[in-house]
């Protein structure tokens, strides 16, 4: 088996080189086996259910949230690669003076899915890289604003039925499984592909009725047989993006979280959640879309920036552009 760390050394990676990734790397796995510790005995622990506070988001914070959230932190803190942090859970950034001239920064959902914590459904942590602009003297929002197709490391750790790490240094995307005997990471995955197509749609349907006149079209389609495939499609949605886009990725499929009425901007942010993820998705050869635009070519005016997003396999999300599109041009 080849770890993780042979894996990072036997890659020709640009813009930094194998020691960086390595060193961020580790950074992100020590803190991905301890919150892997915490969620497998989290029903014997007293750590399940909510903290009774609510984060930057307004929404109530997990005691896992928490626990994953201060895990992280500590673990690239460590690293001195990178001169601060920004988390879903913290409102601003997390500077660390020990390594202010730090060349990268992080973002990161130390516990995407937290909701599903209590239901033991699959969750994850989310993680993104950016390389600091070469003008940026001080730490500070600014390092963070930038477009998707510049951050240089991206991906998720899955904690479901085994442990795994998927990640893209921007030249396609490999995944690791971790072993519990030694709290190591081994390729498991190389070089994972989306399929062109797939036969799931994803989307919490429970908001219908507020959806785009072109994706409720869209949703018409993936349920009738009058479609390319000649039979329905079939709805799977989790509630935990982690777990919908690894299976997407596997097996194919598209994900949808589109803009309501009561969120016309969408929900999920695009620093930590749909900046990476996209990353992935379009290095497995699959696409990624606001619905207007490349997720990847959106720049980030706000740590805590919410976006609509769809993204999946390619034939799927060129169908899906195709109603809203087409839906837009009548209208």
Known sequence: MLSLKDFIYEQDILPCNNDEVWGMLESVTDGAVKIHEKVIRAGLSNILGTAGIENVQGEQQQKLDVIANDIFIEAVRKSELFASAASEENK??????????????????????????????????????????????ETSDRDYFQVGDNQILAGYVIYGTSTMLVMSTGNGVNGFTLNPDNNEFYLSHRDMIIPKTGRVYSVNEGNYDSFSQGLKDYISYCKSDDNDREAAYSARYIGSMVADLHRNLLKGGIFMYPATTSAPNGKLRLLYECHPMAFVIENAGGKASSGEQRILDI???????????????????DTLMDFISKKETSQ
């Open 92 to 137: 601003e950034i997390i500077k660390f003076k020990d390594s202010k001239n730090a060349p990268f920064v992080i973002a990161f959902d130390p516990l995407d899915g937290s909701s599903n914590i209590d239901v033991n459904v699959s969750i994850g942590t989310i993680f993104s890289v950016y390389k600091r602009p070469e003008d940026s003297t």
């Open 299 to 317: 720049q980030t005016s706000g740590l805590h920036q919410r976006i609509p997003i769809f993204l999946g396999s390619e034939s799927m999300m």
